[in-house]
């Protein structure tokens, strides 16, 4: 049997862009028999967490630990720390999920998602001569959440590409480029600001996608302590066990719990990423924020 990491704080369902629903996921991780802490993570809402919170509170289960969140998404305010192909993924921990915070922002969230898919879907249909019918397009916008994993999916259902990454590669990485100035802005504050006055934990999701040179990263992870961060993600499905031992010196240089998970969406999105594994082997494998929200409960 492999061996699992015991606890996986990062796990997307079909409230996202996951391919099992957040009771599906629960019964993957009671299958492992190693997993005893997880948390549901959804893309800019809290749908999945809020099922599976509701199923478990009318069927308590002494042997696993469940931890709701949502993996937000926020642009960069501060122009030092701005990334060109990335936008900042926030994991936040174990709030209330009926805050009227929480659904303003995943409200605003869903209405920019509009707005680039039907920028994208535009640019796709003027400049690459690929459309889709009203009815798949509105099948996605009928989604609790969306983005641009479901073009790739549509990309792939006509058979203009093989998989989702030669989605991203030939096509979406592009669109996003061209619409994202175009969008109005979710910037880190404002994400903070509404899990904290919800009474949440927040983390720094997978920092190697930020792109940023380590000093410099660091520094950002400094202003984002100013602001309310209280961890980084050092172990993640694609950051390399030298990457997650730099990251594991900052946060305790820093004082910043650990944080860690699989990142897991299903075959289809991420095939080489398995629920409950991570490329951030290490013997000191300590997910102090999970120790530190469960001690807290």
């Known amino acids: 049997m492999t061996k699992l990491i015991e606890a996986d704080m990062h796990i997307h369902t079909t409230a996202s862009d996951g391919e099992y629903s957040s009771l599906e996921i629960y019964q993957k991780i009671k299958d492992t028999k190693q997993i005893k802490t997880f948390a549901i993570t959804d893309h800019d809402t809290v749908k999945g ?108 259902k006509h058979r203009i590409v093989k998989n989702v990454d030669e989605a991203f590669d030939k096509y979406l990485v592009e669109t996003h480029e061209k619409v994202r100035d175009t969008l109005p802005k979710i910037h880190e504050e404002e994400v903070f600001h509404a899990i904290k006055q919800a009474g949440g934990y927040i983390s720094l999701a997978h920092p190697t996608s930020l792109r940023l040179d380590l000093e410099i990263l660091k520094e950002y992870i400094k202003y984002l302590k100013s602001i309310g961060l209280d961890a980084i993600e050092v172990y993640h499905s694609h950051q390399k066990r030298s990457y997650s031992h730099q990251l594991l010196k900052i946060a305790q240089e820093l004082e910043l719990y650990v944080s860690g998970g699989s990142d897991y969406h299903g075959p289809t999105v991420k095939p080489k990423v398995h629920i409950g594994v991570n490329q951030g082997k290490s013997p000191q494998k300590v997910l102090t924020l999970k120790d530190y929200i469960i001690k807290n409960k």
Do not use: W
């Open 49 to 156: 967490a809020k099922e599976l919170q509701e199923h478990l509170q009318n069927n308590p289960d002494k042997n696993i630990t469940f931890i709701p969140g949502m993996e937000a998404s926020a642009s960069i305010a501060r122009p030092q720390f701005k990334v060109q192909k990335s936008r900042l993924h926030i994991l936040c921990y174990d709030f209330d999920l009926n805050n009227p915070l929480i659904e303003k922002l995943t409200t605003k969230r869903k209405l920019i998602d509009i707005q680039s898919i039907e920028r994208q879907l535009h640019i796709l249909d003027t400049e690459e001569n690929i459309s889709f019918s009203n009815e798949e397009i509105e099948a996605i916008y009928e989604k609790n959440n969306f983005g641009r994993v479901d073009i790739a999916k549509l990309l792939m």
